[in-house]
Each structure stands twice: as C-alpha cells, then as structure tokens.
C-alpha cells in the first residue's frame, strides 16, 4: 500500500467510479507506483461489474494517469500497471474541446499550481468521463450496514467505501457509524469528506475512539429488536391462523362452554 498516492489520488477531481478504481490501485501498489491486480480482483474490491472495471482502467490509462507496462494483452496473467506519480500529482492534462469538467486536483488556499507548458512526454487526452453510474454498494461483502446514513447519495457512500479499504470489518463499522452520527447531530462545521480522512487515518494509527457511534450503534439495536419481536409477532399470527390451530380453540371453546353450561349443550 502507497499511502503516498492515495492521498494525491484522494486530491483529484474524479468521479466516484475512476476515483475508486484509482484508489484500489494505490492500495495495492509501492510508492513507485507499481502493482499488478487482476481485472476480476480490481472489479470485487470497488463492487464494480468485470466489464465496467475494464472500461474504467481503459479511460484511466487513457487519461495519463495509469499505463500498462507489462503483459499488456493480459491472458495468463494479470497486466502490469505503473501510476504515473508525476501525473497523478499534477492531475491530467485538459484538452480543449471537452465540455465536460476536467479532471484537476483541488486547489488549496496558498498553493501555487505548477505550470503544464513545455510537460516532456505527456500525451495530450481527453478528461475521464464517468460512464455509468455507480452500482449499488456491496461493502465488503454486504457486511457494513450503510442504512444510517440516508443524507448520503449511493456516489458518496462508494467514497466512504473506499477509505476504509484495509480495515477489519468491525473498525469499518464503527467509522461508519462515526460518520453517520456526526452528520445526524450536526457536529460537522465543514465538509464530511475531509473530516471523515482525518478520523480514517486516526483509526489506521489505533488512536480512534468512537463518540458520535454510539447512538446509531444503540439505535441500530434498537431497531434490530423491533425487527425479531414483529418476526416472532408475524410467525405467532401465522400459526394461529392454521385450519389445526382454528380446530384446536373451537374445541378448546366448547369444552369451556360445556363446563360452564352442562353436558346438555
């Protein structure tokens, strides 16, 4: 893992899917931006379709900020990929004619944009489109219980996803519902991106200790017990309302009434 380029890849203006994609790249490559994950395996990390993760590679080779250096047809092996750094920290160039918005990393208060004129070997493409919209989310697995946070759009859940991309499922949880009790208390006073990074990377040093969790976490539960108590509710009903169940209180009644009334009845 490149922490190094997973944050400059955090600082780019992608959307999510290429953002994702990108990232698991990061994720598994060395600073010198080298890695060499199969299509398939690419695909199960970001919860993308194989088909879709190898149009997303294609725009993101295309853009400069991917290439193939090894086994480029694939086949008995996985395709070598180098993370062009250079490029990935100027972000890729823009070609003139593209109505679409760039693709450029953010700029930040105080910092100065490096000049693209006289760029030696970079090739002039166009700016990644996103192609399809992102799938619904299957967090690892379907393990993570995203439900919490309706304020979030399914593009933004596949951006809290991602960073939490080597964490053990009970942690991923927990930030996540971190993230979802901050935002239903109103305790951000900024942008949930940038805060949920820094509690990320507190969690990656062992120094994160949950607050805002614990409410969802308790209405969760909360919410859990409802659930069993109207399943053991419905299944309850359901058994009484069998023709044996009917038979069994209507002749349950008739010895009720016979005790009351006599045996004449």
């Not at 993101?60 to 290439?67: E, F, M």
């Not at 439900?147 to 499922?169: N, R």
């Amino acid at each position: 893992m490149s922490i190094r380029l997973m944050n400059q890849a955090w600082e780019l203006s992608l959307p999510p899917t290429p953002k994702l994609v990108l990232l698991a790249l990061c994720d598994w490559s060395n600073d010198q931006g080298i890695c060499f994950p199969a299509v398939k395996t690419i695909a199960t990390k970001t919860s993308i379709t194989d088909r879709h993760c190898q149009r997303i590679l294609s725009k993101l080779i295309a853009s400069g900020l991917v290439s193939v250096i090894g086994n480029h047809n694939g086949g008995g092996g996985s395709r070598r990929y180098q993370i062009n750094v250079a490029t990935l920290a100027a972000g890729p160039p823009k070609e003139g004619g593209d109505k679409l918005s760039p693709v450029t990393p953010r700029s930040h208060a105080g910092a100065t944009n490096a000049s693209r004129r006289g760029d030696a070997g970079v090739t002039r493409t166009k700016s990644i489109r996103q192609m399809e919209p992102p799938r619904e989310i299957a967090s690892s697995d379907q393990h993570l219980d995203l439900s919490l946070m309706p304020q979030l759009t399914d593009a933004e859940k596949v951006v809290v996803v991602s960073q939490l991309i080597g964490l053990e499922t009970p942690v991923q949880q927990q930030l996540v519902d971190e993230l979802a009790g901050a935002i239903r208390s109103g305790a951000l006073k900024g942008p949930w991106p940038s805060w949920f990074r820094a509690v990320v990377k507190n969690a990656r040093n062992a120094s994160f200790s949950p607050n805002h969790a614990i409410k969802i976490q308790a209405e969760r539960s909360r919410r859990r017990r409802e659930s069993e108590e109207a399943a053991e509710n419905r299944e309850r009903r359901n058994r009484s309302e069998t023709p044996e169940s009917r038979a069994k209180a209507l002749q349950a009644l008739k010895k009720a009434r016979s005790a009351l009334f006599g045996s004449a009845e």
